[in-house]
């Protein structure tokens, strides 16, 4: 019984500790929000101040510095602030910038056919990005769109 309770726990540890271990990479790194509902502070405590509350999942952050659990975090619009790492995700995202609408082909090239097109604010999960081109699925619709429109596509 005892070997089967250290295996229980051992297995808890891995799935709870896999989130926070994901965001303790060397910064600047980019990480999207996770809650539904996530608060931005001017300090990393709970004690300090809400600056903004974001209701959207996925929305890209950069993340530029670490402070135990707590992440400074730079948002699309430039805002800057705390929140709680164990609110954000290791998964990329991307947020449609620009004006106009961004186009969503079926591969990484002005000619490739239009699958769809995307508004400014359009969030969405990031894959891979060549040739200044990343592919980019919004609730399941999939296309390439130029890397210059979408925050959180670059490199840091």
Do not use: H
């Amino acid at each position: 019984m005892a070997p089967r309770i250290l295996s229980l726990f051992a297995l808890l540890a891995l799935i709870m500790g896999a989130p926070l271990a994901a965001q303790q990479r060397e910064v600047p790194y980019w990480a999207t929000i996770r809650a539904p509902e996530l608060y931005m502070r001017v300090g990393p405590s709970p004690d300090y101040k809400i600056a903004w509350v974001y209701k959207r999942p996925g929305l890209p952050l950069k993340v530029v510095r670490v402070s135990q659990g707590w992440r400074l975090v730079v948002d699309p619009e430039g805002e800057q602030g705390w929140v709680s790492a164990s609110l954000l995700s290791p998964d990329r995202g991307a947020v449609v910038i620009g004006e106009g609408l961004a186009a969503l082909r079926a591969g990484p090239d002005d000619s490739a056919k239009l699958r769809w097109n995307a508004e400014p604010g359009v969030i969405g999960k990031l894959g891979k990005c060549e040739y200044g081109w990343c592919k980019f699925d919004v609730g399941g619709r999939v296309g390439w769109v130029r890397a210059e429109r979408l925050w959180g596509s670059s490199d840091l």
